[in-house]
Structure formats: structure tokens, C-alpha cells
């Protein structure tokens, strides 16, 4: 009788939870590990990043994958559950800090823009609930990379130098981590003009469509004019243009420029860019919500003073018998654009069509499908008026005595 009883106790004891009140659980792999985290100590490269060992959920997202995520669960998928409260704005959640999967991912991503620093925020999932920015605490090697709440902070040198970044999060309700590897993109510079001398270079940039294309280059800028002239006794209100048709185009890429919009209402000063080939025929890349549209004009920025701090960027497109639509979405910064130079980008990517204005993200189009017969994107720099044609009324009042109009260009790059 004895004999059985303390049989009994023995077994007790050692169905007991250990000291942290934690069940031990052994990983596939034979780590030991509690609750998911990885006793082992890790090893380093000679990269200088550490492999932190088993584990973890990982999480890679190579630069060109917006939105997309891919989650590796390394070692055992067995947890203890616990059940916690979490308080949002006006109500109160009960979610299972536990986490079943857990992953992270770059919230509204956008591609890196060359010269820039990029921010990426990182958001955490757990059990396909999302955490809040405080729940959760990252860390980020190299070190040197600036951490603000969930936002990771990469200066262009940090891009160019390394090859990857690694982001490692941890759950404040459960202790869980989890590993994020970042591949900034390598950009090449694939064309640059900085209107340096006297005249501007032909090798590069043909004449557009208007007739009276007027311009200078002067001071490390170009000039575009927009008049009121008089051709005999015609009264005729011109445009400017040029383009880099046939000599630098792109499929896919970076199309940046920096300029100045006259501080008069009623012009547009644009930068924009059209197909190498027939202009309602040939398309960048079609509509994923426009059936049978495809994209054959980016209006990148076609500014007009008359709207002070706001800019529209506009995407065109046309479907198989001629019909037109257009995607407009209006930018805005702190200061009357007028008053200075600013810097407008685009980047075309695979499956996004991205804007920036300042370096700053300013719009994403994700409707995008770029098929294998999309063309090449040549650029175009112009100025007009809303005196030009019927339809250009948005720009705004225009009264003679406004003219000439002046759109200044300090430099225009490409990459890929």
C-alpha cells in the first residue's frame, strides 16, 4: 500500500509545471525551447549578422514583393495558450496572446526611392490578429539603422552598403519574436541631364508636338515658355515641349525631375511620360479594375498655382475601341508649391505604379498588371495654358497679361 503511494506522489511531482510556470517543450529540431523561443545562443557571420537560431517566424520580403508575404515557422508549431485584454480607442478587445503563426510584414509598402532615405513600418501579426505599435518592440541590425516606434529608418548609404537588413520583433503579450529580412533595391543610374551650359542637348531631347516650342538653358536650368505672340496677325497662345522619344525610354523603373512651376494661376507645368509606340494603342501596363484598359499616359505632376499647395498626378488609359478613362489622385505639402523647387518621382514597378513628391510617398496605384507586350515610358517636359484648347479650364483664370509663362527644370534622372 505504501508502495503505490508513493508511486502516485512520484508521478505528480513530475506532471508539474517548472518554476516559470511554463511547460518545456522540445522543437523538431531536439533545442530545447520555451514557448517558441530558442535557448541557443546563436552564432555570427562574417557579415555580421547574427543567426539567432531556432525558434523564430521568419519573414523575408525582397524589395520588389510589395504586400506580398512569405512566413517560414521554424522548429515546433506547439505553444501554450494564454489569454489576455487588450484596450483600443473606445472599446475593448479580448485576443489570444498566443501565437499560433505569427509573421511580419511592411505596412502600405512603398519601393525605395534613389537619393532618399526609406521608412519602413513593420507590422506585426499574431494568430491574424494585428498588434498594436505598442505591444510589440523591434531591434534591427546593422544597428546603425534609426528604430521609431514600429518604423525601421534606412538612409540611402545604409541601402547602397548593405545588401540586407534584419528586423527582429518581439511580442510584449506572449515574449514570441519574430525575424524580418529587408533587400533594399540597388538602383543604376540609367540617364541624367542637369541642363548644364548654354543649349540644350539634342542628342537627348527632341521637339514635342507644339508647333511653337520655345525655350533656354541657362544658370544649370532649363527653361520652358508658355506665350502670347503674334504670328503675322494672328494672336496665338503657345506651348512648350521636348521629350527623350527613341533615345532614353524605360520599361519599368525610376523617373524622377526636379523643377519649378510658375507662380501664376492658369498654366500647367508638367512631367509625364508617354508609350514608345502608337499613343492609344500601345500601353504600360493594364487595369486590374478597368477591364481591357490598359495605361498609355502618367501625368506625374501637372502643376497649376492656382491650386497652391496641391498637385494632381493622373494615370490614362483606353480600352480596345478608343474609350478613355482616367485615375487622378491630388498630392499636397505644407507651402505654396510655386514658391521653390521640388522633386517628383515615380516609380513603375511590376505590379504598382508608385509617386513621391519630395521624396515623401505620396500615392500607390496597386491596380496593375504590366503584361510582356508593355512598351517603353519615354519622358516628356511641358508648359501650357488654360488658353491653349477647350477643357484646360481647371487650371484655372488666365488673362493675358499673365503671359509668358516659365517652368524651370534644374535636372531629370532615370533608373533601373
Same mark, same amino acid.
Given at each position: ?62 524589395? =520588389?514583393?510589395?504586400? =506580398? ?101 518581439? !511580442? ?25 551650359? !548654354? ?9 514635342? &508636338? ?22 503675322? &496677325?494672328? &494672336? ?62 502618367? !501625368? ?18 483606353? =480600352? ?18 510655386? &514658391? !521653390? ?76
Amino acid at each position: 500500500m505504501f508502495l503505490y503511494l508513493a508511486l502516485f506522489l512520484v508521478c505528480l511531482n513530475s506532471c508539474k509545471p517548472n518554476e516559470s510556470g511554463l511547460s518545456k517543450i522540445s522543437d523538431i529540431t531536439g533545442t530545447s525551447v520555451w514557448d517558441g523561443q530558442s535557448e541557443s545562443a546563436g552564432t555570427t557571420d562574417s557579415t555580421g549578422y547574427q543567426d539567432t537560431g531556432t525558434g523564430y517566424d521568419e519573414t523575408t520580403t525582397p524589395n =520588389n514583393q510589395a504586400g =506580398n508575404r512569405t512566413t517560414t515557422t521554424k522548429g515546433s508549431t506547439t505553444t501554450t495558450k494564454k489569454q489576455t485584454t487588450t484596450t483600443t480607442k473606445g472599446s475593448t478587445t479580448t485576443t489570444k496572446a498566443t501565437a499560433d503563426s505569427i509573421e511580419l510584414v511592411i505596412l502600405n509598402y512603398f519601393p525605395e526611392l534613389p537619393g532618399y532615405s526609406t521608412e519602413y513600418e513593420i507590422g506585426m501579426i499574431c494568430d491574424g490578429v494585428q498588434r498594436q505599435k505598442s505591444e510589440y518592440t523591434l531591434k534591427v541590425i546593422p544597428k546603425g539603422l534609426v528604430v521609431r516606434d514600429n518604423v525601421v529608418i534606412a538612409t540611402d548609404q545604409q541601402k547602397k552598403t548593405y545588401d540586407k537588413f534584419t528586423v527582429e520583433a518581439t !511580442d510584449k503579450l506572449t515574449g514570441k519574436k519574430a525575424q524580418m529580412t529587408i533587400t533594399p533595391r540597388k538602383w543604376e543610374l540609367n540617364f541624367k541631364d542637369d541642363f548644364d551650359g !548654354d543649349s540644350l542637348n539634342t542628342n537627348i531631347w527632341t521637339r514635342f &508636338e507644339y508647333p511653337y516650342t520655345n525655350y533656354y538653358v541657362r544658370d544649370g536650368a532649363l527653361t520652358l515658355l508658355a506665350e502670347h505672340i503674334f504670328v503675322g &496677325e494672328d &494672336e496665338i497662345y503657345t506651348m512648350s515641349g521636348i521629350r527623350t522619344l527613341k533615345e532614353y525610354s524605360l520599361k519599368g523603373g525610376c523617373f524622377m525631375a526636379r523643377m519649378k512651376s510658375p507662380d501664376k494661376g492658369g498654366c500647367n507645368s508638367a512631367f509625364w511620360l508617354m508609350p514608345e509606340g502608337s499613343y492609344k494603342r500601345d500601353f504600360f501596363f493594364m487595369d486590374t479594375k478597368l477591364k481591357n484598359y490598359g495605361c498609355s499616359e502618367i !501625368d506625374i505632376v501637372e502643376y497649376s498655382p492656382f491650386y497652391g499647395k496641391e498637385f494632381p498626378l493622373t494615370m490614362h488609359f483606353w =480600352n480596345s475601341s478608343g474609350a478613355h478613362t482616367a485615375k487622378s489622385y491630388w498630392g499636397s505639402c505644407d507651402d505654396n508649391i510655386y &514658391e !521653390d523647387y521640388h522633386e517628383y518621382a515615380c516609380i513603375w514597378e511590376q505590379d504598382g505604379i508608385y509617386f513621391y513628391f519630395d521624396g515623401k510617398p505620396v500615392f500607390a496605384n496597386r491596380d496593375v498588371d504590366t503584361h510582356s507586350r508593355a512598351v517603353a515610358a519615354y519622358i516628356v517636359l511641358s508648359v501650357n495654358s488654360a488658353k491653349i484648347h477647350e477643357g484646360l479650364e481647371w487650371l484655372g483664370p488666365c488673362t493675358d497679361d499673365m503671359f509668358p509663362f516659365e517652368t524651370k527644370f534644374d535636372w531629370v534622372k532615370t533608373y533601373y
